[in-house]
């Protein structure tokens, strides 16, 4: 059973930095792709990063590439999104979610079909 749950959302000032947690069940980074998503009020759930389960390879989209670190601790079953340089525009609830490792299809399609979802964690950014 694929179990993820979120931690570590908080109000921050802008500039500031904040590290998310996504604390899977046991033996779900073995064997499923982790991805990063946020949903900001009024807008589409967006697509911020993903980890793949064979070899922690990554991905980030654009927007985010230079400010967001995903990185994985397997002893702990956990996923992290390292955020630095946070704008208001940062301003969402973020999701951690699990799909079945997609192997060396992972750089052509690194943020879709994630059916497992955990329940969120919300981020201000805000002075």
């Known amino acids: 059973q694929v179990q993820l749950v979120e931690s570590g959302g908080e109000l921050v000032q802008p500039g500031g930095s904040l590290r998310l947690s996504c604390v899977a069940s046991?033996?779900?980074?073995?064997?499923?792709?982790i991805g990063w998503f946020r949903q900001a009020p009024g807008k589409e759930r967006e697509g911020l990063s993903s980890i793949r389960s064979d070899d922690g390879g990554t991905f980030y989209v654009d927007s985010v590439k230079s400010r967001f670190t995903i990185s994985r601790d397997k002893s702990k079953n956990t996923v992290y999104l390292q955020m630095n340089s946070l704008k208001p525009e940062d301003t969402a609830v973020y999701f951690c979610?699990?799909?079945?490792?997609?192997?060396?299809?992972?750089?052509?399609?690194?943020?879709?079909?994630?059916?497992?979802w955990g329940q969120g964690t919300q981020v201000t950014v805000s002075s």
């Open positions: 046991r033996h779900v980074l073995d064997y499923y792709d």
């Open positions: 979610a699990a799909r079945p490792n997609y192997h060396n299809d992972f750089g052509r399609a690194p943020l879709i079909d994630f059916g497992f």
